[in-house]
């Protein structure tokens, strides 16, 4: 089983900063992406920011030049700067990959950490 827990949301004022974090353990072979969706309340979950095994990323046009992902092993980061009150979702790490043993693919999801930017 592979578990992917986020932490670092919180309440913010427009123009402000916050860093989300996401790690992924248990029966992890190897990580093929991680990433950040987020959904806010009466709309569709949809992509933040992803980022594979091989570094490339890929970011929604919303974010683009303020948002930022990066990788350490199983943890991912998630700075956003400039946020906007427009970025006030639920926020949820995803983690897809292999497990150990080769015993089959995962595909989790954290619970969502709540970041809310005040305008």
């Known amino acids: 089983q592979v578990q992917v827990q986020e932490s670092g949301g919180g309440l913010v004022q427009a123009g402000g900063s916050l860093r989300l974090s996401c790690a992924a353990s248990?029966?992890?072979?190897?990580?093929?992406?991680m990433g950040w969706y987020r959904q806010a309340p009466g709309k569709q979950r949809e992509l933040v920011a992803v980022?594979?095994?091989?570094?490339s990323t890929t970011y929604a046009d919303a974010v683009k030049g303020r948002f930022s992902i990066s990788r350490d092993k199983n943890t991912v980061y998630l700075q956003m700067n400039s946020l906007k009150a427009e970025d006030t979702a639920v926020y949820y790490c995803?983690?897809?990959?292999?497990?150990?043993?080769?015993?089959?693919?995962?595909?989790?999801w954290g619970q969502g950490t709540q970041v809310t930017v005040s305008s």
């Open positions: 995803n983690a897809v990959g292999l497990r150990v043993m080769l015993t089959g693919r995962f595909d989790s």
């Open positions: 980022i594979k095994s091989g570094g």
């Open positions: 248990g029966s992890i072979f190897s990580i093929n992406s």
